[in-house]
């Protein structure tokens, strides 16, 4: 059951079309993550579902309610959403008044309401800053109060325009965790928008990818980092080894892919000689110091250009004529005794190489 | 120099002996400066408000005009009234000439460009996110603005000062439309400049600190109010 919809939503501002045909659908109870790189549209989207800004055409569905029609009461609207800004916002008050805002606007700040909001503020690990100025907390404190401020009317629907932007990694934990909890304990449905890959992996049941105003593929986590539908998006979820090339021929089921005059055995049914863009993932590639034999189809002679490690593992940049990109671990870096300028095979599976359309003209 | 010894001594003698003459006139121009900044700030306020949140065109250049006339003398003010309310004039029938009623309206002319275009200054001042935030927690419009307006509240009382300040300094239009009646329509301005024509010099003194100390104490009296709302 869908919660919100977006039909044809399209916004522009003069000849700049910020939304362009956006149609997705959210099922109540889910955290819906937009992420897109930024001036996508993100916030556009985000504050156009909280009437705080009018489409230039398309409908928003809340609740079975078209809220987009004129005659709808725009504050009985945004009264059964809560909104937090990317740029945490308080009124120059104190932390209780902050939270308690929303209740005082609807008129229902009675005795329960206060220990809720008391209640809140130790959920949130600000219990004894009810009476301090908001103004003098730190952002990713501000910002928690105006999470607190958001959920402190139990609202259907809640609106996240990337809320942990500009705060520390500590903070941005905090409000995932707190996000997810309000989501799990009380089915609060979350729309989230992030430009940060692995947040929306960590918290989104549904990801939304919005680039230059579309909603160009929604899906799981998975299907959107492991096989995205196209190069744009591989390239924005931070893929590398991202070759463009053509196919040359098929061959027992086998597409072989002309890069740079070299081919690549790759597993695809698009037609001979389309324009493809292929992309191999860094932990596929396989090092070897001596030719491998085995099920690996793809066989490349290399020179290690670099080797950077981080952490447990070590990113190899190889020259096969074109420039690879290998993740291994340390371990076996030190076992293989690689080093830079050294002559190396690298190999990978035909089925290991995901091909794509390709979206350059 | 030794008139301003002087002056301070007799002002604290005159402030000490409560001089039955210097507390009526004292009281009297807190009185007429008061009423002015009220009314005035029940007619700036919104208008300053309609001008800020409603885009239209020539905005600029009525926020331009409304600056222009920040420098409207006392004495154009106090001629232009004394023309409506003078016995020939529009307004002769309500028989306002040389009464508190006459110099309340001169002063509250006088200050509704500062306190307007002010009050747009001070509006402008706050962030756009927090006329979001309160419409995204469910603010309706009128709630919404008085957020604003709250968040605003510091550079608005700094405006509605300036606004008291320039009222109870004024004299022209004190002057003029008042007419310096003792008992009557005489305040510090106008007692001033009376006992500097007479030539008491240290009395026209003292009666100007007496200005500045009422001054003082409505400016700390409102930021003491401020602090604790």
Not at chain 1, 37 to 55: F, S
Not at chain 1, 166 to 183: C, R
Not at chain 2, 97 to 120: C, E, K, N, R
């Amino acid at each position: 059951m869908s919660i919100l919809q977006t039909i044809n939503l399209e916004q522009r501002i003069g000849n700049a079309v910020l939304l362009n045909k956006v149609n997705l659908s959210v099922a109540r109870g889910e955290i819906f993550t937009v992420i897109g790189p930024t001036g996508a549209g993100k916030t556009t989207l985000i504050r156009l579902i909280n009437l705080l800004e009018r489409p230039t055409s398309g409908d928003i569905v809340f609740d079975s309610e078209k809220i987009t029609d004129p005659s709808c009461d725009a504050v009985k609207v945004r009264r059964r959403m809560a909104m937090v800004f990317q740029k945490p916002a308080v009124f120059n008050n104190t932390v209780y008044e902050n939270v308690a805002y929303p209740l005082k606007v609807r008129g229902t700040h009675g005795r329960t309401e206060k220990s809720d909001v008391h209640q809140l503020l130790e959920t949130i690990g600000l219990s004894g800053y009810a009476r301090r100025k908001a103004r003098t907390l730190s952002g990713g404190e501000a910002q928690r109060v105006a999470l607190a401020r958001a959920v402190v009317v139990k609202p259907d629907l809640l609106l996240l325009d990337e809320p942990t932007a500009n705060l520390d990694p500590e903070n941005v934990k905090m409000i995932e965790e707190l996000v997810m909890k309000f989501n799990r304990e009380s089915g609060l449905t979350v729309v989230m928008s992030t430009h940060d890959m692995q947040q929306a992996q960590r918290m989104a049941g549904t990801i939304g990818v919005l680039m230059n105003g579309r909603l160009v593929q929604v899906g799981r986590p998975g299907d959107i980092f492991y096989s995205p539908d196209n190069a744009r998006i591989a390239g924005f979820v931070g893929m590398r080894n991202l070759f463009g090339g053509y196919i040359e021929r098929e061959e027992a089921g086998i597409a072989l892919v002309n890069v740079d005059g070299r081919d690549i055995q790759t597993v695809s049914d698009l037609p001979v000689r389309s324009a493809v863009e292929i992309y191999v993932r860094p932990e596929d590639v396989v090092l070897a110091v001596n030719a491998p034999e085995g099920s690996a189809r793809n066989i490349l002679r290399c020179t290690i250009r670099s080797l950077t490690s981080s952490g447990p593992l070590c990113t190899v940049m190889l020259d096969c004529g074109f420039p690879l990109e290998a993740l291994v671990t340390n371990q076996s870096v030190s076992e293989m005794g690689l080093r830079q300028g050294q002559e190396i095979y690298a190999s990978f599976k035909a089925s290991a190489v995901r091909v794509m359309p390709s979206t350059r003209r | 120099m030794q008139e301003i010894w002087q002056a301070l001594v007799q002002a604290v003698n005159l402030i000490i002996g409560l001089d039955p003459e210097v507390i009526q006139i004292s009281l009297r121009s807190l009185y007429v400066s008061a009423w002015s900044i009220l009314i005035a700030a029940l007619i700036c306020i919104p208008i300053g408000g309609l001008i800020h949140f409603h885009d239209f065109k020539g905005k600029r250049v009525v926020i331009n005009i409304i600056q222009t006339f920040y420098s409207l003398p006392t004495v154009v003010v106090g001629l232009l009234v004394f023309l409506f309310i003078s016995r020939s004039g529009p307004l002769g029938g309500l028989e306002l000439m040389f009464t508190p009623t006459a110099m309340i309206i001169g002063q509250v002319i006088l200050i509704l460009p500062v306190l307007t275009g002010m009050t747009i200054g001070a509006l402008s001042g706050v962030d756009r996110s927090i006329r979001d935030t309160a419409l995204s927690s469910g603010a309706n419009s009128a709630q919404a603005m008085w957020a604003i307006l709250f968040e605003a509240k510091f550079a608005v009382v700094g405006a509605l000062i300036l606004g008291f300040g320039r009222a109870i300094s004024e004299v022209g239009a004190a002057l003029m439309l008042g007419g310096n009646i003792k008992g009557y329509t005489r305040v510090l301005t106008t007692a001033i400049s009376l006992e500097t024509q007479r030539g008491d010099l240290v009395l026209s003194l003292a009666l100007g600190i007496i200005l500045i100390g009422i001054a003082m104490v409505v400016s700390i009296t409102m930021n003491i109010l401020l602090q604790r709302y």
